[in-house]
């Protein structure tokens, strides 16, 4: 499996967006772990909200969706504690710094990136995450607990390896035009180190890891998503699709993508090279179809009625229980040239990640 550069690989976005301006504003990461010999997954979800602080909403949330779907979450509500580059991929949030002074200081400058053994003994409870590493502790007040330290090899990031990488939503993404932006920032890479989740410790050597993350004012009106990157016998594949109800210019659009790595090639199917359909159940059933030029794809992800876990998410009214996700989700893709219907590619994986958010879902949503 050809593994490239880091610098390669780095995609459009990575960097933190925040102009330090007073608009309503969030940025959100998700990083996930996908154990194919334990049949299970982890999930890490950051935000942060209004950085400039002083705003109803400040404050950073960090949720990991893990074992048989269980749920964590902490918030961090000093702003000052937070730091993120804005030339590449890198984060971190804390609670409270090792013999920290009680004032609350206006802006902490030692908020940045620790040496991993500095962040273990400094840091009581928070997180840090790069392109290649990921560590954090977190303790809800119920004792429930996580600890985890990774790190990760990037195999794809959002195009072909070999070509500048690309921007999920093209080049007007570039422009502050789409409420949200959407980057998918590693379709695949391989994770090694350990997770440990309610005193249980996971060790893992090259595992399926994904990144993506959103920014703007809030989360879509209404979306879907599916992604997964341990399909059987395929460890090279990696699929990531999703579509909603978002504002452009104040107009509100629909729209979906599909976009799928293996061995070396990018399959992406688009609103400006494809025709990308979907129906989409208010939990359950996930199905998408789309056509370019040369190929067409089928996707179908399903789970049972009574799995997934409700996920808090940024809205315009802060952090809410706005979406419902799996990690446990049954996908089935089937890749065929267009013209011949010959099959290039089947797949399936019970270790899909499932999800939808928004609102209304009180019947399927079909484009």
Known sequence: MALFSLVDLQTP???????RGQRRFFEGWYFRVTLPAAGQSFAFMYSIEDPAGGQPHSGG?????????????????????FWAWSEAL?????RSFENEPA??????????WLAPAAFEQQ???????????????LTEPNGHTARWQYQTRP????????????????????????????QILMAH????????????????????????????????EKWFWLQCNAFLGLPDLALTAGGGRRSVLGWMEEVAMIGLHHQGQFYEFVPWNAAVNWQIAPWGDWQMTAESREYLIELKGACPATAGTPLRAPTRQ???????????GSIDLQLRRRYSRTLLLEAHSSLGGLEIGGSPWDQPWVS
Not at 13 to 19: E, I, K, R
Not at 63 to 79: E, S, W
Not at 157 to 170: K, V
Not at 318 to 328: A, E, I, K, W, Y
């Open 13 to 19: 976005h990575s960097g933190y967006h925040w102009q």
């Open 61 to 81: 949330t960090a949720q990991i969706l893990a074992i048989a779907d269980q749920y964590l979450c902490r918030t961090f509500p000093a702003v000052h504690r």
């Open 90 to 94: 890198g984060l971190g949030h804390w």
């Open 103 to 112: 004032a609350n200081l206006r802006w902490d400058t030692r908020a940045n």
């Open 123 to 137: 840091i009581q409870e928070g997180y840090q995450a790069t392109a290649t590493w990921h560590q954090g502790k």
């Open 155 to 182: 195999v794809y990031g959002w195009g072909t390896p070999t070509q500048t990488q690309q921007a999920t939503a093209g080049w007007l993404s570039f422009l502050p035009i789409f409420e949200p932006g959407w």
């Open 189 to 220: 890479g391989l994770a090694t180190g350990w997770i440990e989740w309610q005193g249980q410790r996971y060790n893992f050597t090259n595992a399926p890891a994904y990144s993506e993350k959103n920014w703007g004012a809030a989360f879509p």
């Open 318 to 328: 802060g952090m809410q229980f706005v979406c419902r996700d799996t990690l446990l």
